[in-house]
C-alpha cells in the first residue's frame, strides 16, 4: 500500500484501489470509466442482487460446487448487504455497461472481501460468488426480483390505502350533488360521492394491472448464464436458488421457461413501466380535479378548500395554493417519462442480450417509489379538504342543463327552448319551466331534482 492505495489485479492489469475499499479491480475500473449519471444503482436492486448471490452460495454448497464454509461466509455477507449495511460500497453508476457487468462485479467483490475477512483467507469473485452465473442473467433477474419486491411491499399496499380513503370520503359525500361537467361545461348533476367513487375505481384498476405483472416478474433469467445455454450452471442451480428464494420472500418465483428470450429481452420491464404509467396518468386525473375543484376561491369553481399546508407566494401575501395536487402532478410526469425510458430501452435487445439492463432497473424502481408516496400524497389531500356547500348549492340551481331530466315529457326541442331562456336570463330551470309549461311545480321539483337526477331518474319513477 502506497499513498492511502492498494494494488488489485484482474485479467487486464493491475489497478490502484483506495486502500479502505471493500470492492476491487473491476469496479474500481468501472469507477474511472463511468462519471455520467452522478449515482449508483438503487439501494434495493443492489439488495436484491446480494439475496441472489447469498441464495446461489447457499445452493451452490449443497450441490458440493463450494465448500460449505465458504458458502456459508458469501451467504452471510449478503445478508449484511440485504440488512443495509456497507451501502457506500456499491458506488457503480447507474450508465454503465450495459449488461450491468460492473455493478455484478462489484456485488462480487465486496461479498467475496466480507467472507474473506470472515474466513481468514481469501474467496474470489468470480470462482466462488460468481459460480454458476453470468452478468447476462444474474442481472435481470436482479432486476425482476427488486421490482416485484417493491410493488408487492411498497406500491400495491399505497394503492390499497389510497382507495381506502378516498372510499371514506365517498361514503361521506354519498348524497351531495353538484353540477357534472363534460368538456369543462355544465353537465348533469353527479354526487361528490360518485365522483370520487371514480378516483377509487381508477385507482383499484391500477393496482390490479400491477398486481397482474408480478407473476411475470417472478420468472427469472437466473440459469442462463452468457447466452441462455446454461453453460457452467448446475442443472439444478437455477430451481434451487428460486425455490430458495420463494420461501424466504414468500414470492412466487421460478426460473423463466425459457432463458434466450429472458436474457435477449425485457418485455416483462416493459409491461411493468407501461402499468406504471397508466398508475401515473390515473394520479395526474385526480390531481387535477382537486385543482379545479379547489380553484379560486373566488374566481374559480371553489367547490372544496383544500387543506392549507404553506404560503402559496412569495409576493402576494395570503395565498395558498394546491402544493400537493401539484407536486404528484410532477412525480407522475416523472414516471411517464420513466415509461418512455424503459421503451426505448427495451428495443435494446440484440441477439443474445439486452444492454440497457441498469437504467431499465433504475427507472422501474424510482417510478415504483414515486408512486407510492404520491399515493401517500393523495390520500392525505383527499382525506383533508373540505367541502363547500354553498358553492355547490347555488350553480347547480341555475343549471340549465337540468332541463335534460324534460327530455321525456317535452321533447328535445321544447326543451332546448326553455334551457336557452333560463341561460339568458340566469333564472333556475325550475323557474322558467314552471311559465313555459303546463306542469305542476311539483312535478317540475320532483322532475329537476339533482338528487334523484344523480339516480337516472325517468319520468315515472
Known amino acids: 500500500m502506497s499513498d492511502g492505495h492498494r494494488i488489485e489485479h484482474d ?16 469496479t ?34 449443497e ?14 455477507a449478503a445478508e449484511e448487504v440485504v440488512a443495509g449495511e456497507y451501502g457506500d460500497a456499491f458506488p457503480v453508476d447507474v450508465y454503465q455497461t450495459g449488461s450491468g457487468t460492473s455493478s455484478n462485479m462489484n456485488a462480487n467483490e465486496v461479498l467475496a472481501r466480507l467472507a474473506g475477512r470472515r474466513l481468514g483467507r481469501e474467496v474470489h469473485p468470480n470462482d466462488h460468488v460468481n459460480l454458476g452465473q453470468s452478468s447476462n442473467d444474474v442481472i435481470p433477474s436482479a432486476l425482476h426480483l427488486s421490482v416485484a419486491l417493491a410493488l408487492r411491499d411498497g406500491l400495491l399496499p399505497a394503492l390499497d390505502a389510497l382507495a381506502t380513503a378516498i372510499d371514506a370520503r365517498a361514503r361521506e359525500l354519498a348524497d351531495v350533488p353538484k353540477t357534472g361537467r363534460t368538456h369543462l361545461m355544465d353537465a348533469m348533476p353527479v354526487t361528490l360521492g360518485q365522483e370520487l367513487g371514480a378516483w377509487a375505481s381508477q385507482v383499484r384498476t391500477a393496482r390490479t394491472r400491477l398486481r397482474d405483472t408480478l407473476p411475470r416478474l417472478g420468472h427469472l433469467a437466473l440459469g442462463g448464464t452468457a447466452v441462455g445455454t446454461g453453460i457452467n450452471a448446475h442443472p439444478e442451480f437455477a430451481g434451487r436458488v428460486c425455490a430458495r428464494l420463494a420461501r424466504e420472500l414468500d414470492l412466487s418465483l421460478v426460473p423463466d421457461p425459457d432463458p434466450f428470450r429472458a436474457l435477449a429481452s425485457q418485455d416483462t420491464a ?20 382537486l385543482r379545479w375543484m379547489n380553484s379560486g376561491p373566488l374566481a374559480g369553481l371553489g367547490e372544496i378548500e383544500l387543506e392549507a399546508l404553506q404560503p402559496g407566494s412569495s409576493i402576494m401575501p395570503g395565498k395558498v395554493n394546491p402544493v400537493l395536487p401539484e407536486a404528484v402532478a410532477m412525480a407522475c410526469a416523472r414516471v411517464v417519462g420513466h415509461d418512455a425510458t424503459v421503451a426505448a430501452a427495451g428495443q435494446s435487445g440484440s441477439f443474445q442480450l439486452n444492454v440497457m439492463l441498469p437504467v431499465i432497473a433504475d427507472a422501474l424502481l424510482d417510478a415504483t417509489g414515486l408512486l407510492a408516496r404520491a399515493a401517500a400524497a393523495l390520500a392525505r389531500t383527499v382525506a383533508g379538504f373540505r367541502v363547500r356547500r354553498e358553492a355547490l348549492e347555488a350553480p347547480l340551481a341555475r343549471n340549465p342543463v337540468l332541463v335534460t331530466a324534460l327530455n321525456p315529457v317535452l321533447g328535445y326541442a321544447r326543451a332546448a327552448e326553455i334551457a336557452k331562456r333560463a341561460y339568458a336570463e340566469g333564472r333556475p330551470i325550475l323557474e322558467v319551466a314552471e311559465e313555459m309549461t303546463e306542469l305542476p311545480r311539483e312535478e317540475l321539483e320532483r322532475l329537476l331534482d339533482p338528487r334523484r337526477l344523480t339516480r337516472g331518474g325517468l319520468p315515472g319513477d
Open 11 to 26: 485479467s487486464m492489469g493491475e489497478v490502484r484501489v483506495p486502500a479502505d475499499a471493500l470492492w476491487g479491480a473491476q
Open 28 to 61: 474500481q475500473r468501472a469507477l474511472d470509466n463511468f462519471d455520467i449519471g452522478g449515482r449508483p444503482l438503487p439501494a434495493a436492486f443492489v439488495r436484491a442482487l446480494c439475496r441472489l448471490k447469498g441464495a446461489a452460495a447457499r445452493v451452490n454448497g
Open 63 to 76: 450441490l458440493g460446487l463450494l465448500e460449505t464454509e465458504v458458502a456459508d461466509a458469501v451467504a452471510a
Open 270 to 289: 416493459v409491461e411493468t413501466a407501461g402499468q406504471l404509467r397508466a398508475c401515473a396518468v390515473a394520479f395526474t386525473k385526480i390531481a387535477n380535479d
